[in-house]
């Protein structure tokens, strides 16, 4: 792995575990002072919401990044186009309030769906801002504006809840880090202006790759956030706020450390262009350090999670334990089909890419809908058998289609897992025996499980000699030498 590689993971991790330490940290106070029925109905939008964000950012601004030498025609055609689009887009959010209130029997939902929706405009008038800095690779610059967005954003929802203002707190934390994110991507960005262009060229070539990446993303965004519309339907809210708890707490150690290292990948691989063994090379460097980060904290979560909920989040948390759980063993392999897809997207594949969305959701939504009658805990575990079932297409499609082996990836990812699972029954066994023979508080089993697992997984790294591991050593020796 070149030092460039690490340093645009570096600093793309920091920017993506420096928003979500202060994410969690502001999620345990507001959760110790609201109710899971708050959460249920902020879950009960988001649907919507991010829907309407991955249609602003996941489609013609990646096709920029991933374009060859894009001109200032495009960037200008992307801008305005998504402002547009953002407007419009808001209008049918607003226009629809009372009935999206009416599908959940919940009319507090209808200035919420009027206030939310401005997230979508906001996110407009900055996309194209992101992805000029994706391209610069200044991951740098976003990391400072994505933590202090995220900083200030957060203490402003804490001192709301703080006084009484209930879901509206959570409202105006995400309204506030949009506004102040895009805000800095104006004034400290690349200082880049729109021009007053609209070109039909520009827009039709890039929205032959950005139609199909835009079309995946909101079928992605639809099946991610489908379980809290039907929840929400057919169970309480407060049950529905248990769910999108262990949901949230379940993301930031995986999908949210999966995407932050392949945040940077497309940007990487699109300056290779004309080296495919430099791009192949890439992509094996992603794929072991994205399982080596990953997986340990994954099932160290699941293993550590009710001691985790009860001190940190309070007992009145409990009960969402067996989803955090399982959730967190669920997305155990998103390092691997994020991966992958991104390589897929890097080498323009956007149509095949979308092919084997449609095959994933459609077995996504169909075990969905079997488990729904019987329970949120199996509601969980349909999206591990998606999860599963999510990575093997995504390597079979990529194995198809650039001739990288299932095979060699196995032996990337199979070392890394078993070491994981092993430092995870190290944890729970010291966990077990700290609950048993010492009564042990919650706090200490924190501790003794977290420092016995991590402690097995470095040690057992290091006698592995596994690749990540020496060349994280190497780069700390390098940068205190």
Known sequence: MSNTTFRS???????????????AIFTIALARMLMPEDYGLIAMVFIFLMAGWMLMDGGLPLALVQKKNPTENDFSTVFWFNVLFGLVLYGVFFWSAPFIARFYEQPALIPIIKVVGLNVVIWSFGAVHGAKLDIALKFKKQAFIGMSAMLISGLFGVGLAYYGYGVWALVFQFLTNHSLRIACYWIFGERWRPRLIFSLTSLKSLFSFGFAVTLSALLDTIYKNIYAVFIGRRYTVGELGLFQQGYNLSNLLTTNIAYTIARSFIPLQSTFHDNPDKQHYLFYRFLSLACFIIFPLAILLAVLAEPFVSFVLTKKWLQAVPFLQILCLSYLWYPVLVTNERMLLAKGFSRPYLMSQIIKKAFGFTVFFMCLPHGIFWICASIGFYAFFD?????????????????????????????????????????????????????????????????????????????EWKFMLNYLKNRHA
């Not at 993971?9 to 993506?16: C, K, L, N």
Request: proline share 1%; hydrophobic share 55%.
């Open 9 to 23: 993971v570096a600093w793309t991790s920091i920017e993506r575990f420096g928003t979500q330490v202060f994410q």
């Open 391 to 467: 990575m093997v297409v995504s390597v079979i499609f990529l194995q198809k289609y650039l001739s990288i082996r299932w095979i060699e990836q196995l032996k990337i990812v199979l070392p890394v897992l078993g070491l994981a699972v092993f430092s995870g029954i190290v944890a729970w066994l010291v966990v077990l025996g700290t609950t048993y023979y010492a009564s042990a508080s919650d706090f200490m089993k924190l501790v003794c499980g977290g420092i016995s697992g991590l402690g097995v997984y470095a040690i057992g790294a290091h006698l592995l000699k596994l690749d």
